[in-house]
């Protein structure tokens, strides 16, 4: 009677052993994982040149991406300050003083001590730009982290050898598609080395407008093509979910010219009495000792298209002929005129600029768009001194005494 108990007790304690060993040794299920929060971005601040744009091209339908972010964001009439040119303007977006006071007089100057000793744009001595501290200068001494694709200045070192934690050094060869990945790639970096202000420049806009002159489909072209660079910067933002403030400006516009619209300077006066400095919509030039009275003579006159003065007697809403690197007489043309050595050679039409900083067609681009700002905005005309203070205010610095621009025109387009 025992025996067939016991055989039933043994197998179900086998049956409970088997069960207890099966469901023990089940492979159990992982965890599901928890999704880490997406990282939410702090704006950046990105101030854009597009060298030479007059605002006028945002109206040529070429430029849908420009014109949307000028119709959702902040615009206004920029003047450029005199003399017009590229580097003058691009070191004054960045200093927030004018060209008398920061010492890139032009884009050809000669040391006063040493008139052999010339700057040209490719010039990065630090001896021609260390007058004026820069934007990203100021920003690194403050903790903020820079990067420049492009800006002239930028690539040379000042005060205690301060550059940008990142840059590039200007190369045309380098496309707007790889300038705007150089960019989007700084800010895919990790949040400690990620920049906080970055420059972005172009020069097509500007190149196109000198050889074939503002009105030209060449012009149109480069400004569509510019203009979809900026289209994919927006895209790359926008995929990186990083707010971007966009500060996008021009240094000056452009003018149409004619070899048929010259002052030729060596019909004036004995080219041997002085040397020329710079040429164009403004000559330059610097007497030779002992000519000074007879190249004053012919020049300080009244002239058909052009009017010259003493450096020290340029009209005082110029702000300009203070700088000892300012060359002793200064020749300004009529708008669309050309103050040249002599007579062009060959016929030719194309742009320039350099001409009185008042000109309506020395008027250069001004768009703000970001989460720093209100929308549909348009601001009444003012100085390119005032972008500086306004970099300043959108990256977190406090206002720099004594620069000669002011972030008062855009206090009321400034979001709330």
Excluded at 10 to 33: F, G, M, N
Excluded at 50 to 70: E, N, Q
Excluded at 107 to 127: G, Q
Excluded at 277 to 306: N, Q, T
Aim: glycine share 8%; hydrophobic share 45%.
């Amino acid at each position: 009677m025992f025996k067939p108990l016991l055989a039933a007790f043994l197998a179900a304690a086998s049956l409970t052993a088997c069960t207890t060993t099966s469901a023990s040794t089940a492979p159990v299920a992982p965890p599901i994982p928890i999704a880490a929060p997406a990282e939410v971005r702090a704006p950046v601040t990105i101030l854009i040149s597009i060298d030479g744009f007059h605002p006028d091209y945002l109206k040529r339908g070429v430029t849908p991406v420009l014109s949307r972010l000028a119709a959702e964001g902040v615009t206004g009439p920029m003047r450029p300050s005199f003399p017009s040119k590229t580097f003058p303007n691009h070191w004054t977006l960045v200093t927030g003083l004018r060209p008398d006071r920061h010492g890139i007089v032009g884009n050809r100057m000669e040391d006063p001590a040493d008139p052999k000793t010339v700057f040209t744009m490719a010039s990065d001595n630090p001896a021609w730009w260390s007058a004026a501290e820069p934007i990203w200068v100021a920003a690194e001494k403050a903790g903020v982290r820079t990067a420049t694709q492009f800006w002239p200045g930028s690539n040379v070192p000042l005060g205690d050898g301060v550059r940008p934690s990142d840059w590039q050094q200007y190369n045309q060869a380098i496309t707007t598609t790889q300038r705007v990945n150089g960019i989007l790639d700084w800010l895919r970096r990790p949040a400690e080395i990620r920049p906080k202000l970055l420059t972005l420049y172009f020069e097509a806009v500007d190149s196109a407008g000198h050889a074939y002159g503002p009105d030209s489909p060449q012009v149109n072209a480069a400004a569509a093509d510019v203009d979809a660079a900026v289209g994919a910067l927006v895209e790359g933002l926008t995929a990186l979910g990083q707010p971007a403030n966009l500060v996008i400006v021009a240094d000056h516009g452009m003018a149409a010219t004619s070899s048929n619209r010259v002052v030729a300077l060596d019909k004036l006066v004995d080219p041997s009495f002085y040397r020329v400095v710079e040429a164009g919509p403004y000559a330059s030039l610097a007497p030779l000792p002992g000519r000074e009275a007879a190249v004053e003579k012919a020049l300080i006159a009244p002239h058909e298209h052009m009017q010259c003065w003493r450096k020290g007697e340029l009209p005082a809403r110029l702000h300009y002929g203070r700088n000892a690197r300012v060359p002793a007489i200064l020749c300004l043309a009529e708008t669309g005129w050309q103050v040249l050595p002599t007579t062009p050679a060959e016929p030719r039409t194309g742009g320039a600029h350099g001409y009185d900083n008042m000109a309506p067609e020395m008027e250069a681009l001004f768009i703000a768009n970001g989460p720093g700002f209100a929308r549909g905005r348009t601001v009444p005309a003012f100085d390119n001194v005032d972008v500086y203070p306004l970099l300043r205010g959108l990256i977190g610095l406090p206002q720099a005494p004594g620069v000669d621009g002011s972030d008062t025109v855009f206090r009321s387009a400034r979001a709330r």
